[in-house]
T-cell receptor, first 111, second 109 residues
């Protein structure tokens, strides 16, 4: 296992389009987290899963955002009707207990 | 409402000297504090952590100090090396990790 994988690394989309990102965590990790990072900010928590259950969602996660982890393994984050303010680095992390391992992120640019 | 604050956006330190990065927090319920390091185009990588019941943790060139009464922690890097140039995030954990805005450290030759 080489760590947390995120796909794609970069995504450019037109405003109003839908996008979906994928995260493959470290296989034995039961917790999976999504964060968003914009320029000059630290990673901001969006949501997390324990196995397939989504346990918490940030108020940053508007109705246009949805995340799933259907079999408790990989996760997807979908953004519908993208807006320019959605442009950011979307980071996924996984953990078994204390401490996270992050992926390299998906950089989204909405034009 | 920022629960973890890093008030210095950037810091420049001469190679070989000590780098001190500071962090303040507001939530006394945090049970662990962490430092992450981030290079461009990569995700944050874990550097060092400290439990809320301790006041110091050391790992090689890196030492984290925790002052609970002041709700303050700091990361000391000594001696600083060119490869330490990166953005450092202070973070705190309850059931999820909350990050500060980061401090960009420049190690000068």
């Amino acid at each position: 296992d080489t760590g947390v994988s995120q796909d794609p690394r970069h995504k450019i989309t037109k405003r109003g389009q839908n996008v979906t990102f994928r995260c493959d965590p470290i296989s034995e990790h039961n917790r999976l987290y999504w964060y968003r990072q914009t320029l000059g900010q630290g990673p901001e928590f969006l949501t997390y899963f324990q196995n397939e259950a989504q346990l918490e969602k940030s108020r940053l996660l508007s109705d246009r955002f949805s995340a799933e982890r259907p079999k408790g393994s990989f996760s997807t984050l979908e953004i519908q009707r993208t807006e320019q303010g959605d442009s950011a680095m979307y980071l996924c992390a996984s953990s078994l207990g204390f401490g996270y391992t992050f992926g390299s992120g998906t950089r989204l640019t909405v034009v | 409402d920022q629960q973890v604050k890093q008030n210095s956006p950037s810091l420049s330190v001469q190679e070989g000297r000590i780098s001190i990065l500071n962090c303040d927090y507001t939530n006394s319920m945090f049970d662990y504090f962490l430092w992450y390091k981030k290079y461009p185009a990569e995700g944050p990588t874990f550097l060092i952590s400290i439990s809320s019941i301790k006041d110091k943790n050391e790992d090689g060139r890196f030492t984290v100090f925790l002052n609970k009464s002041a709700k303050h922690l700091s990361l000391h890097i000594v001696p600083s090396q060119p490869g330490d140039s990166a953005v450092y995030f202070c973070a705190a954990s309850d059931d999820k990790i909350i990050f500060g805005k980061g401090t960009r450290l420049h190690i000068l030759p």
